[in-house]
């Protein structure tokens, strides 16, 4: 699985940080959702798509990979 991020789209809102630390965290200055990781290990699959649910901005994409 990738993990992408847009960050025109992200309003701050900490959800993806909360739900998934390992892979996302906050900019200090602007609040902005960061990737910690691009790349997600199996044991965080089901956060980070979580995460892409919950986020109301829609600034995550997760992609499958086949």
């Not at 789209?9 to 993806?16: A, D, F, L, P």
């Not at 990737?35 to 992609?63: Q, Y």
């Amino acid at each position: 699985m990738q993990v992408s991020i847009d960050q025109d789209r992200c309003c701050s809102s900490g959800q993806c940080v909360v739900t998934a630390p390992e892979i996302f965290e906050q900019g200090d200055h602007d609040g902005l959702v960061r990737l910690r990781r691009s790349t997600v290990a199996p044991e965080h699959l089901a956060d980070v798509r979580l995460a892409s649910e919950l986020c109301p901005g829609g600034a995550i994409t997760v992609t499958e990979e086949a």
